[in-house]
């Protein structure tokens, strides 16, 4: 029996997590499914950002690191959110962004790695890793003599050998929504005593996450996509109590230090993960992000990440099964893992090439553009052009916080009429923005 | 003739800055002397930061990134600022802290000496540096192979030759406010082919700078400061074309990447200053700095950085006559040069030890709490306790956008009010805060 509108509309009736939805402000008339990119905005956050700035940088002044707490706010932030981490308590600062924090986990891991066996000389990761991973393991590499692997993921476990210092990989794929093990690569890793770093930037807030049940050794992960922390919002980083105080992590700015205030000549670094804050911290931006924060704490009530994720599979399965039901004959195709226990929190299609395209590759970016343009809104991640093994990707992630079921009906339904009219051939939605 | 109130008030009248203070939000019945710490908040800022929040990220979401133009913020804002640094188009972006800004031109300046000279082995800075900068430099120098060689300011010149790879010094010093010839300095660095970078914290938008007119190399400087960003706010960063595309900076984010979106796997440096920066860009924090330096470019209609100079000189003299007149007797000395070539925009004093102290060491720490409690905020900075040459420190911060002649005049007659009643030995003005 094929499934229809009521079908969805009675599953958003019976959803307990329905009210979190009206914890967001979103735009009318759009679905948005692209919080995998940028969370939507929670409502709290304007009044909150205008009150820190109206009260406490306006009229307590230099006095509110201390009477509003700011000087803590990166570890508050992080011990409120640790538990979605699997993280204990102080082992988890919000600060910075992703990317910097890759690279001082990633240098620290070089760090450790060089004194438990300085033959290691080869940091591993995925090919198909989010660029900015492979950019900053890039550096790290060139900075400490290190060799960069990339892999396909298939190839993980078989690398796996003395001769590797490093892991890096990234949870959930950014381009195919493909979840790894974990707690069985990690194991794996560490039978041959190389380091794991796990980015969690398409997980955190997204899955379930067990970073002290998995044994790993480091993570980071963003706060601007399922934590709905802002644009740009920090990021946040956590180090295993067994290698956090193993050795500096190299940008050693003052607010990670052991006595920020005393203004001692020279550094030393903090016990535990406040060695990984660096320079003075972004109040503003990390008072906004707590209003995402706070909506993770209002789920906890509502059965946490349990509730969140089997809310999560029940979207992706839907979307799934009705763009199999309804948009049969255009060259779809599933880029993400049918199976629940490999599956983020995102659906990739792809596209097979040269269905009349008109010399514009798999149509996926001008598909995206005219859902967009019928306000459903996903994203587009460009393949190799048939080089490699990379399709062309048309992206759509599920936040359970404020999708919900009709959306997916909704959504599905417009990128069947947007396949059947073949509207998305027409020139304006071949036109390639600045950031897509 | 001794000056009066009166006198001070008829400078007010005749301030033709005087307007640009009713630009910013300050509390009822304090004088805040601590903008060099924390600038005071534009009232343009909470109902902009709240404006992204409500229009640009909720309605717009992902699609702001181009539609607001999020994407060049960090390049806009840079622009916007320059010639306040004497600076070129597209050579300065807002991003990071300070302390982050610092460690990629560090590395950079010590990656590209090596290029030149292999031999040269010394990074050469002031031993009253602020901490942040030292601990900065001490963990490049570690990853480098340099040395860290710590100076007096007398012993900067004739420490430079031609061992020695770079020279990083804070133009206006945090501790006495003592400001560096910036154009000599370089020049007779160069004169050793040493690189100069400048730590501009406490002179961006406090006193006249003009980095192409001195020849520098790098600067970074701070964003929460003069510039009134707000507290954490993003720090810049300027590379002066000759150097700017010499080398990668380590921390290589793919907002650095010539081309971020196009989703490459190897890293390729933007052209020119946009490799500076590194990962996702913080919109709301760089929002709120907008504001702050929206108050500066009103300010270029009246009189621009002369005036605010003049205003500052003004406000400092004022300040130092005053104490001398009406503090006498109460062991008060001067740390900031009384020549107004080697001035920033605040006053350091300094106390003699040993004059009824309490064991309390100089009672510089009480004294600022007990003017503090009466609405007069400066700050303390410790001394080293009598071991080197670094005494107690009373500072007070003179910002021209929002500080007044009769402001001037209240402060030193509650400091005469503290110094005369003694009230500053009481136990509850020498319990120390978390941060101070």
């Known amino acids: 029996m094929t499934l ?32 995998n990119s940028l969370g939507a905005a929670p409502k709290a956050t304007a009044a909150r950002v205008a009150s820190v700035v109206q009260n406490e940088w306006s009229q307590d002044l230099i006095a509110s690191w201390n009477k509003a707490g700011w000087v803590d706010l990166p570890l508050r932030l992080g011990n409120q959110f640790a538990p979605w981490l699997g993280a204990g308590q102080d082992e ?39 660029p900015t991973d492979l950019y900053i393991a890039q550096s790290v590499c060139q900075q400490h003599g290190l060799e960069l692997v990339l892999l396909e993921p298939e190839e993980i476990l078989p690398a796996l ?71 740009g919002a920090p990021a946040f980083v956590w180090a295993h109590p067994r290698v956090v ?11 990670g230090h052991a006595a920020p205030f005393q203004f001692t000549p020279g550094y030393a670094p903090a016990e535990g993960i406040r060695r990984y804050l660096c320079g003075t911290q972004p109040i503003i931006s990390l ?16 059965g946490g990440m349990q509730a969140l994720r089997a809310k999560s599979l029940a979207l992706t399965d839907l979307f799934i099964r009705l763009v199999e039901e309804r948009c049969q004959g ?22 097979d090439e040269g269905l009349g395209l008109d010399g514009q590759g798999s149509g996926a970016y001008a598909i995206i553009q005219a859902l967009i343009a019928r306000g459903v809104v996903g994203d587009f991640r460009q ?23 009709e959306d997916v009906w909704n959504a599905v339904e417009q990128l069947r009429q947007v396949l059947a009219s073949g509207e998305w051939r027409e020139p304006r939605f071949h036109q390639r923005q600045a950031v897509t």
């Not at 008072?287 to 509502?302: I, K, N, P």
């Not at 779809?332 to 049918?338: D, E, K, Q």
Request: proline share 4%; aromatic share 8%.
């Open 92 to 130: 988890v600062v919000f600060t910075d962004t992703t990317s910097i924090n890759l690279f001082k986990v990633l240098t620290a891991a070089a760090r450790i790695a060089a004194e438990d066996g300085p033959a290691r000389k080869k940091l591993l990761t995925e090919r198909s890793n989010f």
């Open 287 to 302: 008072s906004a992000l707590q209003c995402g924060l706070d909506v993770f704490s209002a789920t906890e009530a509502l």
């Open 330 to 351: 255009h060259g779809l195709g599933l880029a993400t893992p049918l199976h629940h226990a490999q599956r983020g929190s995102q659906v990739c299609l792809t596209r």
């Open 383 to 405: 393949g190799d052009g048939g080089l490699g093994r990379h399709k062309d990707i048309l992206r759509f992630g599920f936040t359970p916080l404020y999708v919900g079921f």
């Open 4 to 35: 229809t509108l009521q079908d969805c509309r009675d599953r958003d009736a019976q959803d307990l997590l329905r009210p979190l939805r009206d914890l967001f402000s979103l735009p009318a008339g759009q679905i948005y499914l692209d919080g």
């Open 161 to 231: 050998d003395d001769d590797a210092a490093v892991l890096l990989l990234t949870h959930v794929n950014y381009r195919t929504g493909a979840m790894h093990d974990m707690e069985q690569i990690t194991a794996a890793a560490h039978a041959h005593r190389i380091l794991c770093v796990w980015d969690l930037c398409h997980s955190a807030g997204a899955v379930p996450v067990d970073l002290r049940g998995a044994n790993a050794d480091f993570a980071v992960g963003c706060g601007y996509k399922y934590l709905n922390g802002g644009p």
């Open 245 to 255: 105080n193993r050795c500096w992590q190299p940008l050693t700015g003052w607010f």
